[in-house]
């Protein structure tokens, strides 16, 4: 296995395109009892009545987080009015601000763990954000100067007057107490109410300036990783719509693979919107050789896809079985070369009869994928390809035996020969340090030892 994950460290590799700073703050009653008392317990119960569905001022917030603290549920709102971010940055004194966002949180795990070289792109590069990404001399951010692509590091390579996304994370904690009114809560159980930066001017996409380079990244690297495609907003004031940024987004692959047929990864991320989560697959699945997703989105992909009976089965059931079928039919719609789900128990691959790889070779990266997950569920991060050790001492997760019985099971009963189906249990750490970017960490860890075995065959 350490000898697979040296053969993927030879890889360079191209990521984009979300990045952002999350914040986080760690609650506790005193922070929460202040901001009702600031705006008064009546108007706070009010709102929380309207329930808000985005945040355009401050009360909306301070209702939404009451609401989310009084069931304990985690909720994400999006933050609309940029003006706001003055409003959170006075009141509140963050805990911990980290990489946030896809893109930003694989090129740093690719960079710690040495691979040959990094390129990371993201539309916006404040001083802020380029100070997320790690210090490490393989990792670089392409800048077009005199004419010419230049490679830097990210921290010197922002941009002064750049947008910032900052994703601000409020943690809380069961059994934690304030006063409503007359009413007194307790927090029922832990977790996170994530306030998200949903700004116009925070867009997903290539500058003009750089989109002429694609084709010579494309020729730098072995593969790309790209993401972030649920950041587009159906609509902005400019004019500009999610067709315009999708047709942009198509032009970006195609100008990577024109000099050569660099393979390229596309992370699904859940996308609220069936419109815009239409779009993406219809665009852009069929352009790339392969997609990584988790079990809930492949119900979201299956029911923009018009399988909505298949979906809302997977949804209730979580069975291999029609996970498996699932996956035939987005591949063979999609027509992608490798299709990876990844679910808390088990990790699979769905591939044609005619991939390269064997069916033990596809299963020795997805064992490289989880391997790496749990070493970073173990640490909290992964800072060395040493790191990776701590990965091999987890042992599989109690249902393993389980889910091979379900999976053999299901290709008894599908129609399996003109494909490559191979499953793994997932190495699950029973008290993770942080689950933040596990599903990324993945992705990554699969795609790359993927690419890693083809060249090992010669074929790439
Ligand atoms: P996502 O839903 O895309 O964030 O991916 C989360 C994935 O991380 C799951 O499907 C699991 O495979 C993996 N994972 C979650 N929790 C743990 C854990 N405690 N230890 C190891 N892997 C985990």
């Known amino acids: 296995m ?31 009892q202040r901001l009702i008392n600031e705006f008064g317990a009546e108007s706070v119960m009010k709102r929380m009545e309207e329930f808000p569905r985005e945040i355009n001022e401050p009360l909306d917030f301070v209702a939404r987080l009451v609401h989310a603290l009084k069931t304990g549920k985690p909720m994400e709102v999006p933050l609309v009015n940029e003006e706001l971010q003055g409003w959170f940055d006075s009141h509140f004194k963050y805990d911990v601000e980290r990489m946030g966002g896809q893109a930003g949180i ?53 941009r002064e007057n750049d947008p910032v996304k900052v994703n601000r994370i409020f943690e809380f904690r069961a059994g934690t107490r304030f006063k409503l009114g007359d009413e007194t809560i307790t927090v029922p159980y832990s977790g996170r109410f994530i306030v998200s930066a949903r700004f116009e001017s925070i867009r997903i996409y290539t500058r003009p300036e750089l989109k002429p380079f694609l084709p010579e990244i494309g020729l730098q690297v072995d593969g790309a990783i790209l993401s972030g495609y649920q ?138 994928a989880t391997t790496l997950a749990a070493a970073r569920a173990s640490l909290g991060d992964i800072n060395s390809p040493e790191d990776f050790r701590v990965g091999l001492k987890v042992p599989y997760n109690g249902r393993g035996e389980y889910v091979k019985l379900r999976f053999e099971e299901a290709k008894r009963r599908l129609r399996t020969r ?19 970017g596990l599903g990324d960490t993945i992705s990554t860890g699969a795609f790359t030892s993927y690419l890693a075995l083809l060249r090992m065959k010669g074929v790439l």
Not at 3 to 32: C, Q, S
Not at 420 to 436: A, D, G, Q
Request: hydrophobic share 45%; net charge neutral.
């Open 231 to 368: 950041g587009i907003r159906l609509r902005y004031s400019d004019g500009k719509d999610a067709n315009y940024y999708l047709r942009e987004a198509k032009k970006d692959i195609l100008l990577l693979k024109r000099e050569k047929d660099v393979k390229v990864h596309l992370e699904f991320a859940s996308i609220q919107s069936r419109e815009l989560r239409k779009k993406v697959i219809y665009n852009l699945f069929p352009l790339v050789d392969s997609v990584g997703m988790d079990e809930a989105e492949i119900a979201y992909v299956l029911n923009a896809l018009g399988y909505s009976k298949l979906a809302d089965r997977i949804f209730t059931y979580n069975r291999i079985e029609d996970t498996v079928l699932g996956g035939k039919i987005i591949i063979d719609e999609m027509n992608l070369e490798v299709l990876q789900i990844h679910t808390i128990y088990y990790l699979m691959y769905i591939t044609h009869a005619d991939n390269p790889l064997s069916e033990g070779e596809l299963r020795q990266s997805l064992e490289l």
């Open 418 to 436: 003109e494909y490559k189906i191979v499953i793994i249990p997932t190495r699950l750490v029973e008290k993770p340090v942080s689950t933040v």
């Open 2 to 32: 350490m000898k697979l994950l040296e053969k993927a460290r030879e890889m360079a590799m191209f990521t984009a395109y979300n990045t952002n700073v999350d914040a986080i703050v760690y609650l506790n009653g005193d922070i929460v």
């Open 106 to 158: 694989i090129a740093n795990l690719l960079a710690n763990l040495d691979f040959r070289k990094v390129i990371v792109y993201t539309p916006h590069l404040a001083k802020k954000q380029a100070e997320m990404f790690v210090d490490k001399p393989n990792l670089f951010y392409p800048l077009v100067e005199n004419g010419k692509l230049i490679l830097r590091h990210p921290r010197e390579a922002y």
